[in-house]
T-cell receptor, first 114, second 112 residues
């Protein structure tokens, strides 16, 4: 069964703690993306990766970090430097690097920082 | 960076009424995509428009790409309660190599 998985669905953390969100895809897609969505708002790009071992900052990268050690995995770390981390985080992938391809989204992780 | 403006932000309709959301860019786009996000869900791809003036239909949904490739619209005829959700346009082109720029989305509520 192919697709994108994100875990966990809900995540609670105390202020000041780093937290890592998982994103895995078995679609053999080259490109992967992380977005943040706040209530009633659109998607804002945090980081994206078009190839293994390479990634670029999106529009709101401050306070976040990523890695792309494997093609199928693109974890996102929300660091304590992120001032307002509570949000809905969406991971996506697309078939080709550099192309204006359709993006396929995972189910998302709702992060709440207490 | 590239910006895409989408209006309206909210739209409430009675079931059976029509609905339209508009997307505008200040730069020429290579393509535009539309996504739907159901309440509590994740965005799901609906369609991609590539050609100037292109019009595509999916049952009650009609998608248009402007002649100058700077604007697009999604029109739903005779809305149903299953149409509720947030509709996003997403643009590729200009300086956004390898990524999409999403509009703010239009939240559609359909009253039975």
């Amino acid at each position: 069964d192919g697709g994108i998985t994100q875990s966990p669905k809900y995540l609670f953390r105390k202020e000041g703690q780093n937290v890592t969100l998982s994103c895995e895809q078995n679609l053999n897609h080259d490109a992967m993306y992380w977005y943040r969505q706040d209530p009633g708002q659109g998607l804002r790009l945090i980081y994206y990766s078009q190839i293994v071992n390479d990634f670029q900052k999106g529009d709101i990268a401050e306070g976040y970090s990523v890695s792309r050690e494997k093609k199928e995995s693109f974890p996102l770390t929300v660091t304590s430097a992120q001032k307002n981390p509570t949000a809905f985080y969406l991971c996506a992938s697309s078939p080709q690097a550099g192309g204006p391809d359709t993006q396929y989204f995972g189910p998302g992780t709702r992060l709440t920082v207490l | 960076g590239q910006q895409v403006m989408q209006i309206p932000q909210y739209q409430h309709v009675q079931e059976g009424e029509d609905f339209t959301t508009y997307c505008n860019s200040s730069t020429t786009l290579s393509n535009i995509q539309w996504y739907k996000q159901r309440p509590g869900g994740h965005p799901v791809f609906l369609i991609q428009l590539v050609k100037s003036g292109e019009v595509k239909k999916q049952k009650r949904l009609t998608f248009q790409f402007g002649e100058a490739k700077k604007n697009s619209s999604l029109h739903i005829t005779a809305t149903q309660t299953t149409d509720v959700g947030t509709y996003f346009c997403a643009a590729a082109g200009g300086t956004s190599y390898g990524k999409l720029t999403f509009g703010q989305g239009t939240i559609l509520t359909v009253h039975p």
